[in-house]
């Protein structure tokens, strides 16, 4: 295996030619202050002289989001270290499949042109993107990844519940439980997380901000990194609607999430703007990590 082993061109399943033998990814990052990173491609490459996102293709064993920054640092010299990756869009023509990681910039990073498919870099206003001459595939795609743009996926994790809702012997050990589940959640935290139920729909996969919330016996846990533990001195549902209320005050554009069974809970979340999710939904991804 060589680091150029994806290249190559397909034909998809829908009679489209495109480029990379295991699929394709590019790195959607955006700074508010300065927009989105836009990419001129060189004249000779595949569509050529249009505008699109730093990518290409993805090598044999290697993850979407890896291919996307390893690219970007390729073309426009990002460090992989200094993109947090936010979310993730999946474009499937069942033999070729291109995902987009948009992803924000950790400090202040600059961006230039380090490969020959590379004619220009510019930072561009989201509201300019489509007056550019932009790659096919880019333009049809735009609209809906504007939507997510910027946009976190905060999950507020109504901890009592997700535990009690499988029954297997939580009840000896609350804490211990309670720990368990953050492991688990910090993993996921990590490797991402893709559901019909969640914005997007199917096409989507989210890199979430996770919040615990406990209560009881298993008040206490710590914090780890992935998971922000929080103890609910009271009514635990009343700690859950206000960490889901200062979420949406905090990032009114962020999806909130919270993962609970409880009809009253949920309905007082929606009341806030979150949207609910289940605990079964929540436990068969944690299961798989």
Known sequence: MTRQDGNGFVKCDFGHRHWGLHGAAGLLLSDPARGVLLQRRAWWVHHGRTWALPGGAVEAGESAREAATREAHEEADIPPGLVRPLSASHVDHGNWRYTTILAAPIGTLSARVKSAESAELRWV?????????????????????????????????????????????????????????????????????????????????????????????????????????????????????????????????????????????????????????????????????
């Open 125 to 289: 206003r989201a509201g300019e993107v489509a007056r550019f001459r932009l790659h096919r595939d880019f333009a049809v795609a735009w609209p809906g990844l504007r939507e997510h743009l910027d946009r976190r996926l905060v999950l507020v994790v109504d901890g009592a519940n997700v535990v009690g809702s499988r029954p297997d012997g939580w009840w000896r050990d609350r804490r211990g439980a309670a720990e368990r589940l953050r492991d688990k959640l910090a993993v996921l935290a990590g490797t991402g997380l893709a559901d019909p139920g969640l914005p997007g729909g199917g096409e989507w996969s989210w890199w979430p901000k996770i919040v615990l919330v406990v209560e009881g016996k298993a008040r206490g846990v710590a914090t780890v990194p992935g998971v922000e533990v929080v103890d609910a001195e009271g009514e635990g549902d009343d700690k859950i609607v206000a960490v889901a209320r200062e979420a949406r005050e905090a990032g009114p554009a962020d999806h909130v999430v919270v993962v609970t069974a409880d009809r009253e809970l949920r309905s007082r979340a929606e009341a806030v703007g979150a949207s609910p999710f289940g605990p079964g939904a929540l436990l068969g991804h944690l299961d798989s990590v």
